[in-house]
């Protein structure tokens, strides 16, 4: 039976702002019911809370499965739309909090929020302009119909409904990870909200579980406290940095952006967890106070210890953030564990020059085929980008092989200078094994380097028998 969703709001909420138009509530009834039925297979049967002030919800109330309330300051004004949240939650026969999906079409202070919902996280559908503060509702006829944040809501709306009426059938998440790897998404400032969704929407549907689940406290202490206790349940923490100080809680002398750092950097002396600062590339700001802030965290010598900060775009952040858990994963796996346990493969970061991309693929095979796994370094993208991924990989591995081909001497040198530079990059495993391959073109400086810091390895035509030395010595000491 498909399940039953109730929507509860107040009337002007829902009128047409131009002809032929839908109004926004039925707009995002009609959105919702299109993509739950493409998630569940049927459609939801969706309904509106009764019309009347004197109407009740009576017994209908009892076989819905979820409430969303469209919170609004019209919402918070009107005695029905708290009287059926009362009765909703009443007539719950499990915790209502997990059935109740709170949409804030326009922004209500906390404090005016009703009770029940102040403790839910909200699907925010305005947006904050950065420079001028001004607030504008997302409208699902912008431009055309694609305004990209009113539907990125809808789907993170109907995912998360999808998984709620999921669970009791299945007794878990639909896209739950083994292990459930949980991560703390520190709250920053409006200018970064909408890549703050991005990276928490990437990180659910990978299957992450993503703190806060609620809004977090006004006052410093209580604030404190509650994320103390989240950070306590995770191994990662992701802390955006934007343009503006941001709000400071009452009774602190800090931002809350900063506040959660200095929390984050508590919770690492407790070992077992990371912590990734970022900052958009080219970030500027006008704010004094954030100004100061960000050149303490450039400065502070704990960043080296268990964390990095980054100015970079998005998606290298992403990718950093994956190679960063996948880590954590290899450290809490026991190889040569009983039989069906996950076992870690050593990984080796495989060094070239651009023009030599094609002729290292025996060599990679060759590793792939006796287990491990291989980096390769990244070519495309701008100078930054290609600058994080080494950084990240130097950090990850557990051995770096440097395929000298059409590199010149001075190129070798400086990828022998990154490898001796990663501790400074966040690796906080000692510096990995290196080797050198000579391949083609022969030259004279081949023929002369030598090194006591790397392994130059044998010039044998049997690739396997040349590597056999430097495997033997990986496979020594993989786990670091």
């Not at 707009?27 to 939801?44: K, T, V």
């Not at 999906?101 to 996280?121: D, G, N, T, W």
């Not at 909408?194 to 406290?217: A, F, K, T, W």
């Not at 009774?251 to 984050?264: I, K, P």
């Amino acid at each position: 039976m498909p399940p039953q969703i109730l929507f509860s709001y107040a009337h002007p909420d829902d009128q047409a702002l131009a002809e032929g138009r839908r109004g926004w509530v039925s707009h995002l009834e009609d959105a919702l019911r299109f993509r739950l039925g493409q998630l569940l297979g049927e459609e939801p049967t969706i309904w509106d809370a009764p019309r009347s002030s004197n109407d009740s919800p009576g017994e209908g109330l009892s076989a819905t499965r979820v409430l969303i309330p469209i919170l609004s300051p019209q919402y918070v004004g009107s005695e029905r739309c708290t009287s059926e949240l009362r009765e909703f939650v009443g007539a719950c026969q499990d915790p209502a909090a997990g059935r109740i999906f709170k949409v804030v079409k326009s922004p209500v202070p906390q404090e005016q929020h009703p009770a029940m919902l102040r403790e839910i996280l909200g699907y925010e559908f305005f947006a904050i302009d950065p420079e001028t503060g001004e607030t504008r509702e997302l409208d699902p006829y912008a431009g055309g119909g694609v305004d990209r944040r009113y539907w990125a809501q809808v789907e993170d709306l109907a995912c998360d409904i999808f998984q709620a009426v999921e669970r009791p059938a299945s007794g878990t998440l639909p896209a739950a990870r083994a292990g459930g790897e949980t991560i703390y998404l520190a709250e920053t400032t409006p200018d970064l909200r909408e890549e703050r969704e991005l990276i928490r929407r990437e990180l659910r549907q990978r299957g992450y579980r993503v703190l806060p689940e609620r809004p977090l406290p006004s006052a410093a202490d209580e604030l404190e406290a509650r994320v103390r206790e989240d950070l306590a349940r995770c191994e990662l923490s992701i802390h955006p940095i934007g343009r503006s100080y941001g709000e400071v809680p009452e009774g602190a002398v800090e931002s809350l952006v900063a506040l959660q750092n200095e929390l984050a950097i508590e919770r690492g002396t407790e070992g077992g967890f990371s912590r990734l600062i970022w900052m958009p590339r080219g970030l500027k700001t006008a704010d004094e106070r954030q100004r100061q802030l960000i050149d303490r965290l450039y400065r502070d010598s704990r960043i080296e210890v268990g964390s990095d900060l980054l100015e970079t775009s998005l998606e290298p952040l992403k990718g950093t953030i994956f190679a960063t858990l996948a880590a954590a994963r290899g450290r809490h796996r026991e190889p040569g564990g009983p039989a069906g346990s996950e076992q870690e493969l050593p990984r080796v970061f495989l060094v070239c020059d651009q023009r030599d991309a094609a002729a290292i693929e025996p060599l990679r095979s060759h590793l792939a085929s006796r287990g491990f796994e291989v980096f390769l370094p990244r070519f495309e993208g701008d100078e930054g980008e290609v600058r994080l991924d080494l950084e990240s990989k130097l950090c990850l591995c557990d051995a770096v092989l440097i395929w000298w081909g059409a590199g010149s001497e001075r190129w070798l040198d400086g990828k022998l200078l990154e490898v001796r530079k990663s501790p400074g990059f966040g690796r906080t495993k000692p510096l990995p094994p290196t080797a050198i391959y000579r391949a083609e073109p022969v030259t004279p400086e081949k023929s002369t380097f030598a090194s006591t810091a790397v392994e130059m390895l044998p010039a044998e035509p049997d690739l396997a028998a040349c590597l056999e030395p430097f495997i033997a010595r990986i496979e020594g000491r993989s786990d670091g």
